[in-house]
């Protein structure tokens, strides 16, 4: 579909890209990896055209549009918001005000033959003679109505009979009510107004989707849907994003911009990891390798330098070395310290008491007579649809702001900390970031702000840089280290994980699962919850709804509750409802061609079997993609062995190696073949 062509890029003094190549196909589902700063972003902005890069070549296809979703800074005014997102549909929209235009046209130009038979109906006559005019007004008729129906067809054929109905469908998915259709655009904040821009996406439907974090924005809810939406996308879908679920249910291909290149892997995130370190293994083996080559080559030439009879022969190895491509040593994974918390002093049985909070803002209630008790222990996810007030009970319990009735109650010896989703805009960005944290550290030694620094990613020099050259990611990490400071021992935090990488998401996760106070944690990244809460409390309409157990547990429990919601009343099979008059309702179906039950349970049947049969080949499909990655690999491998000439002295281990190198060519095209048929077909 697209390429990229030996990119190389600048950002300031420092390289982004060297020699960068990559190609996009079709239908490709890629998530595009790696940690914060690596130039994801910039990236994304060379496919699109905003930025040029400083050497290289990038190959779009005419017919190719892109559409491209920032992670913030974009805002839309002046329009209603079902007419803004309506106007992804801006070119069906013009053939609609030609279509009204061609009827005005019609309904005020009256055709000859429509004249003569009016003259006729009065007693008049005919015309024997017609003019010239009256021949350009006929065939100006004629070809305004073969406008008209060639417009209606390309009308129809766009989409522009179900225009509206797929928008709000793509609005409601994405969180909007009806109410919201109504409101002027510029009423919707920030992250709102990118659901905006991503609703418009959408319905444009370009070839080439590129979303970079779009799932900051959303509630758990709109990113279940989102998936499922993209999951049946027409065109290729790229995406930036630290949600591991969201990933790992939309994408087999794993591409990482790692070192200035990328890395392209196949299958899941955990697949990416697998491979990822077999690729490392295999670079530092062939280094190795090539390093005893060199020794041996440098031994010789110093040995037979000053050889008169030797002196072909160290020229020869001389330009060896000089022609031999240098395998650069593999850089290891950055080194992250294991955190542990500074365990907090034990409070009393109960944490925290709500009673009968209530919130409301300018009259609009947010949540009412809310009541619950949280203890000891508990470690808690708190859910919901943005708007449902997260953010405004988190802040309400940390005290930053006050419930409009109620109260609430801080346990025995309880010592509160609270990490807003704004933390990273209260740094002093004149401070270094290893000044920020002495500034609230509470007798730490030089040693351990060291230690919680370096696990947090910031090690050698970068504890000296100024906060105000940091990025988001960079100071989102150093607002977590500073709360984690304190001997806290209830932990209140609002989206701690939004704009933070993977690696640092592991992290935070790592020194929670050991934290042996309480916590309230607002978030809807599954990953990061799963498996660290106990308690999921879901505020919806108000109300304060509490679910025990994982938060897998959470999801099945709202996933059989949807489908108790969804679920016909069946009635008994004898019973024949009956209409004011006693004939039965299926006689009255059938005569007015309605369907019958028993065509509805085939019909029922049927869509269950296909969606079966579409699962068997989504499964099907994702054990080729594994055999392929593992083919894959396992061929780069034997690239690696074979060229060892020291392999072919072992006779029969290398005839073994060659029979299985070729057996991996023949059936990996077949594997590439029988995926691209079932990709077809799902």
Request: glycine letters at 8%; aromatic letters at 8%.
């Amino acid at each position: 579909m697209m390429q990229l062509i030996d990119i190389s890029h600048n950002f300031g003094p420092r390289e982004l890209f060297h020699h960068l190549n990559w190609h996009i196909r079709k239908q490709d589902r890629i998530a595009l990896i790696g940690a914060n700063g690596m130039g994801k972003t910039t990236l994304f902005r060379i496919i699109t055209g905003e930025v040029m890069p400083e050497r290289g070549e990038v190959l779009r296809p005419n017919d190719l549009s892109i559409g491209y979703l920032p992670q913030d800074g974009l805002a839309v005014y002046g329009r209603r918001l079902f007419e803004e997102a309506l106007s992804a549909f801006d070119e069906v929209l013009t053939i609609k005000r030609r279509i009204e235009d061609i009827a005005h046209q019609l309904s005020e130009a009256q055709p000859l033959a429509q004249v003569s038979a009016d003259q006729t109906e009065a007693g008049g006559q005919i015309p024997a003679i017609q003019s010239d005019g009256d021949d350009r007004s006929a065939a100006e008729h004629k070809a305004l109505l073969e406008r008209y129906g060639a417009l209606q067809h390309e009308f129809e054929d766009r989409g522009g009979f179900t225009m509206e109905a797929e928008t709000a469908k793509v609005l409601h998915g994405l969180g909007f009510t009806d109410a919201d259709f109504d409101k002027l655009t510029e009423a919707f904040s920030g992250g709102w107004q990118m659901r905006i821009l991503l609703a418009k996406l959408l319905l444009q439907r370009p070839k080439l989707l590129l979303l970079d974090e779009p799932t900051n924005h959303l509630d758990l809810d709109s990113i279940q849907w989102l998936e499922e939406y993209l999951s049946d996308y027409q065109g290729s879908v790229v995406v930036i994003s630290h949600d591991r679920y969201f990933i790992d249910r939309l994408c087999r291909r794993m591409v990482e911009l790692e070192h200035k290149q990328l890395y392209d892997y196949y299958g899941g995130y955990e697949d990416f990891l697998e491979q990822k370190a077999m690729r490392q293994k295999l670079l530092l083996s062939a280094y190795e390798q090539q390093q005893s080559e060199i020794r041996r080559i440098e031994l010789f030439v110093e040995r037979f330098r000053f050889k008169a009879t030797k002196a072909r022969q160290v020229q020869s190895h001389l330009k060896m070395l000089d022609r031999m491509e240098k395998i650069g040593l593999p850089e290891a994974d950055q080194k992250v310290v294991k955190f542990r918390f500074p365990q907090p002093t034990r409070s009393g049985h109960v944490v925290l008491t709500l009673d009968n909070i209530s919130k409301c803002y300018d009259g609009r209630p947010v949540f009412d007579d809310l009541s619950y008790t949280l203890y000891r222990g508990d470690k808690a996810a708190l859910v919901g649809i943005n708007g449902a007030g997260k953010s405004t009970l988190s802040r309400i319990i940390a005290g930053t702001e006050p419930p409009s009735s109620g109260g609430l109650t801080l346990g025995y010896n309880v010592r509160l900390e609270y990490f807003a989703q704004q933390q990273a805009e209260k740094l002093n960005t004149e401070n270094t970031v290893y000044e920020e944290l002495v500034c609230s550290s509470e007798g730490q030694t030089m040693v351990m702000l060291r230690t919680i620094l370096g696990a947090f990613l910031f090690s050698g020099d970068d504890v000296f840089k100024k906060v105000a050259v940091l990025s988001g990611g960079e100071k989102a990490r150093l607002a977590l280290a500073k709360m984690l400071l304190g001997p806290a021992n209830f932990l209140v935090m609002d989206e701690p994980t939004n704009h933070i990488d993977i690696q640092t998401k592991d992290i935070l996760k790592a020194g929670l699962s050991e934290y042996e106070g309480s916590f309230l944690i607002a978030s809807h990244d599954r990953y990061f919850l799963d498996g660290l809460v106990n308690k999921v409390l879901e505020l919806k309409d108000g109300q304060l709804t509490e679910y025990l157990g994982s938060f897998s547990d959470y999801l099945e429990k709202k996933k059989q509750e949807r489908s108790l919601a969804d679920r016909p009343v069946e009635r008994p099979m004898d019973e024949t409802p009956a209409n004011d008059s006693g004939q039965a309702l299926a006689t009255v179906d059938e005569m007015l061609g309605r369907k019958t039950r028993e065509q509805r349970r085939r019909e029922a049947d049927e869509r269950r079997r296909t969606s079966t049969e579409r699962a068997e080949k989504k499964q099907r499909i994702a054990a080729i993609e594994n055999e392929i990655a593992r083919g894959e690999a396992r061929k780069a491998e034997l690239d690696t062995l074979l060229a060892d000439p020291v392999l072919y002295q072992d006779g029969e281990r290398s005839k073994a190696l060659v029979l299985e190198y070729r057996t991996l060519s023949e059936t990996i095209p077949h594997l590439y073949e029988e995926w691209e048929a079932l990709a077809k077909e799902a």
